[in-house]
């Protein structure tokens, strides 16, 4: 019989976590005193003393063992305890909600007894021994896995009250067997075309997902449920945003989180405590780089998970939760200015394939480089896909690779006629077939793909701030384009004497100065569209070339006369965001930044320290009657002009929060 819940837990019931933790348990085989030293009263308490409100315990790790005495699946030899039931009857008398743990991709014990259950490659393989890791087997759910995954779920959603269900490791990679084979026969599908192939495994996938869906509404209505590696988009209630930064890099957050914020759910990042990625028991992060995470997502309208390693002998480590509850504590002081909070800007980047997008599984590079530009150039902007409505922003930039099919054409034509601008670069723009520009608005005639390679640009006077006087280094080819009358030439592109490495069975052709003036754009503009001729996003990510992002600013310049923010004397490394409540808005500023030490290791420890900056931040109507800094309620002097508020911020260090306010009243707590 089901206890009865705490009403702290009925009270947060579908409300998205603030503080949680993601506890994995993966146990190899052959760990004797497994569950030895648990005590469900210590693990609560725990939790409680560290601020920790939600936690995702196991049910089921990737090696296939169940955590609980499981009638369905296989216990873990040698397990007397309930680790499941004993965690989430703990965890709810601290009033902590406590969602289960099933690893839906991996199995590799029911893998083992069941080689017809796993997926097999196009080259027939069941077993990728060749490359090993994780992944060396994986489920298919187009199998009798299918209801066994199914039976177990139904098993821990009727047994335990958890509180939300989070299934792990999806894939969409085709599967090759025969069920698969004769799947795609009879849906029509030819499986030798592998987007055909990876059709029916979504097609698969989706109908599995739609009967957990059910399953759930019926068995325990209300609570969480996500389905790790697919779709932001496909996610029933909230988001999680798996982000390890020393595997996910520090360029992941920031586009992630931006693109999760325009679906209309709530998310958490799911950051770790982890030196390098999951299962390093022995790594622990830097207190300022845990602090750095929680403080990002807070400023990009999300909460906060941190993931942890439980000891096979089932004690969490002391240590670990001393340094989570010290950054917890840290983050919980500013509540009251992020709990409902949204994020303000004024642009988004469109990308069409992030409908599909699975979080860390696939690879966005060139969004990740637009991300980073303009972030380091301070606007406010969200990362969007082709189902979204765009009427509310001033402008889109369309991202190097982003085709234009007749929805978007439409939508697009509809946002220039209203008189917003665009901007785009490489392949962005051309229709789908890629025979020429989707919209007469570009102004430009397409002559294919760019034969060059490297080629260079050259600057007109009014884009030329921060250019070099030089041609500057394209490193990737793009498109060739031609302009119509009434196009502008903004930037030339200049050949080389020969592409690199051309081999003419005399030498490699290794040095490759730039010769002549094309007669071609690299950078054109026809009224509010502009168009880059060379993947400018991508070429950011992986070359850093400061005058690509000067280049962009001087595009944006043009176009928006009053942006959301202005900073003075703010190096290109802070990051400053804008979220809202009713009657106020918030400044964040972050002055980590992320250092690369040794080959590969990226690592964040001290916050610097940033003087003088001068903020200004566009009213939009709100009524400032004071501004200050959260959470002291720090009074500062401000200014109105011209449509902004200006204030001085004399240092900031770590993270900062200017609060923009319409209530004049300050109660004796400083509280409104």
Known sequence: MERRKSPLIQKNRGRCPRRAIHLDFHTMPGITDIGKNFKSEEFARTLRHSGVDYITVFARCNLGFAYYPTKVGIPYPGLKKDLLGEMVEACHRYGIRAAAYINAGLDHEHALRHREWVRVSKDGRVFQLQTMGHWFRSMCLNTGYRDHLLSLCEEVLKRYPVDGLFLDCFSILPCYGVECLDGMKK?????????????????????????????????????????????????????????????????????????ARTLGKPFFTMTGRFHKSWGDFGGLRPESSLLFDCFLSLASGGSCSVGDHLHPRGRLEPEVYRLIGKVYAEIRKYDDWTDGAVGVTDFVILEPELKRFPGSRRSFEHVSGFTRMLRELHYHFDIGDDRMEIADYQGVILPDRVTV??????????????????????????????TGFALKEFGLTYLGPEQYQPTYFTVEEEVAAGIPGMPVAIYQSGVAVQTRPGTKTLAHLWKPYSNYGAWDFYHEYLY???????????????????????????????????????????????????????????????????????????????????ELRGRSMQLVEEPLVVEDILLSLRTDGLQVKKVYLAPDYQLLSFEEEGGYVKVKLNRVQGYCLVVFEENNRISSRGKN
């Open 512 to 594: 490759n100065p730039p010769e002549k003036d094309t007669g071609r754009p690299a950078l054109t503009q026809r009224e509010r569209v502009f168009h880059f001729s060379f993947p400018v996003g991508l070429g950011y990510y992986e070359h850093a070339v400061v005058a690509y992002r000067a280049l962009l600013n001087n595009c944006l310049c043009k176009l928006l006369e009053k942006p959301l923010t202005r900073v003075e004397n703010c190096p290109s490394f802070v990051q400053v965001m804008v979220t809202r409540q009713p009657g106020r808005r918030m400044v964040h500023l972050l002055t980590w930044m992320p």
């Open 405 to 434: 099919n007749e929805f978007l054409r439409t939508k697009l034509a509809r946002h220039l006629a209203k008189g917003g601008w665009l901007i785009s670069s490489g392949e962005s723009g051309l229709n789908e077939e890629k």
């Open 187 to 259: 849906a029509g599908l030819d499986f030798q075309d592998e987007a055909q192939a990876t059709e029916f495994c979504w097609q698969v996938t989706e109908s599995f997902l739609e009967e957990v869906k059910s399953m759930v509404k019926k068995l325990r209505p209300g609570v969480n449920l996500y389905f790790n590696g697919l779709p932001y988009r496909d996610q029933p209630t909230h988001l999680e945003l798996e982000i390890l930064p020393p595997g996910w890099g520090y360029d992941a957050l920031p586009f992630q989180a931006r693109y």
